[in-house]
């Protein structure tokens, strides 16, 4: 657990200097590390895992609209878990349920097996339809299509300025609207 | 959206920078404190007789005391906005213009006084000071609390009573050279007891505005 800490710190700290790659790639780790906590916090409640996807977004959009709340020479993984079990408390106080979360739920996840992805997230889907028109088209563009910011710059005639802008805001007003909720 | 499909899109935005938290609430702050300042000289203004009463270590004890209050909240309140922050620790910061406030009082024990205990503390100014304090305190706590909010606080409605003992420190800074009770024992009533209320609003508001 300590390598896979230490990875991911490292992995943070080139991100937090521009490596996008490395970014991507910390992202990809922490994934199912988040999606077997969330799974694992949900049977708890007595709610259905197949829900676990949207809290797991909900994680990660957070830990990137907050990455500059990590200070760069503390360890990554406790920062990480902080964020994770406050979604994961928020997620399962909406459904309706108040429960305590251990943060040794996330600590403890390394010994399991990665999760596969189960049924497809509902909320951020359902949430990009009510965001304002160029946000959308830009996220929809970038996320669905997996188009470069280059090209969704040429394809909406804007420009690439214009689409890291509305792409940056997109991702907030989602993550305002999930919280909304 | 799926989870791939959102972690590519999170990358593409890796270039955005934010700002530290400290950054943006320092901000926030300079803005408002101008117009808590518009509220003092509106309303209240320094004391005719400022020049003569800053020899009176009392008087300056009280500047010792609220600017202590406003530094120790904003480290914490700092501290908190993180999203693995604990308060264990860092509390202890409170202690300081507490600490000022008992010594203050207890200097003036030892001194001869013209006038009893119960005098010096209601003093002649409470009311103003109870209604000044935390009105000035607005403009502050609502900057306060745009500043935290940029940060992650776990404990939301223990961020924004941080945000209110900051901002009701800036305004009592304020208010102090106005009011000519310079008592500890006053100090120790009144601005506790105005610090207490601009507090609880500050942990009212921020229960609910600085969930992340």
Same mark, same amino acid.
């Given at each position: 657990?300590?390598?896979?800490?230490?990875?991911?710190?490292?992995?943070?700290?080139?991100?937090?200097?521009?490596?996008?790659?490395?970014?991507?790639?910390?992202?990809?780790?922490?994934?199912?590390?988040?999606?077997?906590?969330?799974?694992?916090?949900?049977?708890?409640?007595?709610? @259905?895992?197949?829900?676990?996807?949207?809290?797991?977004?909900?994680?990660?959009?957070?830990?990137?609209?907050?990455?500059?709340?990590?200070?760069?020479?503390?360890?990554?993984? @406790?920062?990480?878990?902080?964020?994770?079990?406050?979604?994961?408390?928020?997620?399962?106080?909406?459904?309706?349920?108040?429960?305590?979360?251990?943060?040794?739920?996330?600590?403890?996840?390394?010994?399991?097996?990665?999760?596969?992805?189960?049924?497809? @997230?509902?909320?951020?889907?359902?949430?990009?339809?009510?965001? @304002?028109?160029?946000?959308?088209?830009?996220?929809?563009?970038?996320?669905?299509?997996?188009?470069?910011?280059?090209?969704?710059?040429?394809?909406?005639?804007?420009?690439?300025?214009?689409?890291?802008?509305?792409?940056?805001?997109?991702?907030?007003?989602?993550?305002?609207?999930?919280?909304?909720? | 959206?799926?989870?791939?499909?959102?972690?590519?899109?999170? +990358?593409?935005?890796?270039?955005?920078?934010?700002?530290?938290?400290?950054?943006?609430?320092?901000?926030?702050?300079?803005?408002?404190?101008?117009?808590? *300042?518009?509220?003092?000289?509106?309303?209240?203004?320094?004391?005719?007789?400022?020049?003569?009463?800053?020899?009176?270590?009392?008087?300056? *004890?009280?500047?010792?005391? %609220?600017?202590?209050?406003?530094?120790? +909240?904003?480290?914490?309140?700092?501290?908190? +906005?993180?999203?693995?922050?604990?308060?264990?620790?860092?509390?202890? *910061?409170?202690?300081?213009?507490?600490? *000022?406030?008992?010594?203050?009082?207890?200097?003036?024990?030892?001194?001869?006084?013209?006038?009893?205990?119960?005098?010096?503390?209601?003093?002649?100014?409470?009311? &103003? #000071?109870?209604?000044?304090?935390?009105?000035?305190?607005?403009?502050?706590?609502?900057?306060?609390?745009?500043?935290?909010?940029?940060?992650?606080?776990?404990?939301?409605?223990?961020?924004?009573?941080? +945000?209110?003992?900051?901002?009701?420190?800036?305004?009592? %800074?304020?208010?102090?050279?106005? #009011?000519?009770?310079?008592?500890?024992?006053? &100090?120790?009533?009144?601005?506790?007891?105005?610090?207490?209320?601009?507090?609880?609003?500050?942990?009212?508001?921020?229960?609910? &505005?600085?969930?992340?």
């Amino acid at each position: 657990m300590r390598e896979r800490d230490d990875e991911w710190t490292g992995l943070m700290r080139s991100a937090i200097s521009g490596n996008s790659a490395a970014y991507h790639r910390l992202l990809k780790a922490i994934t199912p590390v988040l999606r077997a906590a969330a799974r694992r916090g949900l049977a708890r409640a007595g709610q @259905p895992v197949d829900q676990s996807e949207d809290i797991v977004q909900d994680i990660l959009l957070a830990v990137h609209l907050k990455r500059h709340t990590w200070d760069a020479n503390a360890p990554f993984a @406790p920062w990480l878990f902080a964020i994770a079990r406050n979604k994961l408390i928020d997620a399962l106080r909406r459904r309706g349920k108040r429960i305590f979360v251990n943060i040794d739920d996330f600590a403890e996840t390394l010994a399991d097996q990665p999760v596969a992805e189960t049924a497809s @997230p509902a909320e951020v889907a359902t949430q990009l339809n009510t965001l @304002p028109a160029r946000q959308r088209d830009v996220l929809q563009s970038i996320a669905v299509e997996s188009a470069s910011i280059r090209d969704t710059a040429a394809k909406l005639a804007i420009s690439e300025g214009a689409v890291r802008v509305a792409l940056h805001r997109g991702l907030v007003s989602l993550t305002a609207k999930l919280r909304e909720q | 959206m799926d989870t791939d499909q959102l972690i590519r899109t999170l +990358a593409a935005d890796n270039t955005h920078r934010s700002r530290p938290v400290g950054f943006v609430l320092a901000l926030a702050l300079l803005a408002a404190f101008p117009v808590s *300042l518009l509220m003092f000289f509106a309303e209240l203004g320094v004391r005719p007789d400022v020049m003569t009463a800053m020899h009176d270590p009392f008087f300056d *004890l009280k500047f010792a005391i %609220t600017l202590a209050l406003a530094a120790a +909240a904003i480290t914490i309140g700092l501290h908190l +906005a993180r999203p693995e922050a604990e308060l264990r620790g860092w509390i202890w *910061l409170l202690a300081i213009p507490a600490g *000022l406030l008992v010594a203050g009082i207890s200097g003036e024990m030892t001194m001869p006084q013209r006038l009893p205990m119960m005098t010096r503390m209601v003093g002649h100014n409470s009311k &103003v #000071c109870m209604t000044a304090v935390p009105l000035m305190s607005l403009p502050l706590l609502a900057a306060a609390l745009i500043g935290l909010r940029h940060g992650a606080p776990a404990r939301p409605a223990l961020a924004g009573a941080l +945000a209110g003992m900051m901002s009701a420190g800036l305004a009592a %800074t304020l208010y102090a050279s106005h #009011c000519t009770d310079d008592s500890p024992l006053f &100090v120790a009533a009144w601005y506790t007891l105005a610090t207490a209320l601009v507090t609880a609003v500050g942990a009212l508001v921020g229960s609910r &505005v600085l969930r992340y």
